[in-house]
Nanobody, 117 residues
């Protein structure tokens, strides 16, 4: 079973940056390479939404609200996916999660991102 651990969240001012990491353990590197890896977020009172994902080949797709500000990448040697967030806005405040696509594993604990002055 794959275990997912997100890290890197914190409190930042509007316009600031954060880099989130997602480590997938309990699976082989071969298996990890097959997965597309997505980043999701859930704000208070809202449903979880897909922020974007990186395919097994490294192609990326983003939701319109983060396009041009967020970058998703992966390091297959480390079983890790990353979310680089620049130009953060208060509306980006949420708990951020990672998971594989298209069929999600059990969710990790997420990491809190708070954008506030």
């Amino acid at each position: 079973q794959v275990q997912l651990v997100e890290s890197g969240g914190g409190l930042v001012q509007p316009g600031g940056s954060l880099r989130l990491s997602c480590v997938a353990s309990g699976i082989s590197g071969i298996t990890f390479r097959i997965y597309a890896m997505g980043w999701y977020r859930q704000a208070p009172g809202k449903q979880r939404e897909l922020v974007g994902f990186v395919s097994s080949g490294g192609s990326t797709v983003y939701t319109d609200s983060v396009k041009g500000r967020f970058t998703i990448s992966r390091d297959n040697a480390k079983n890790t996916a990353y979310l680089q967030m620049n130009g953060l806005k208060p509306e980006d405040t949420a708990v951020y999660y990672c998971n594989k696509l298209p069929n999600a594993a059990d969710w990790g604990q997420g990491t809190q991102v708070t954008v506030s002055s």
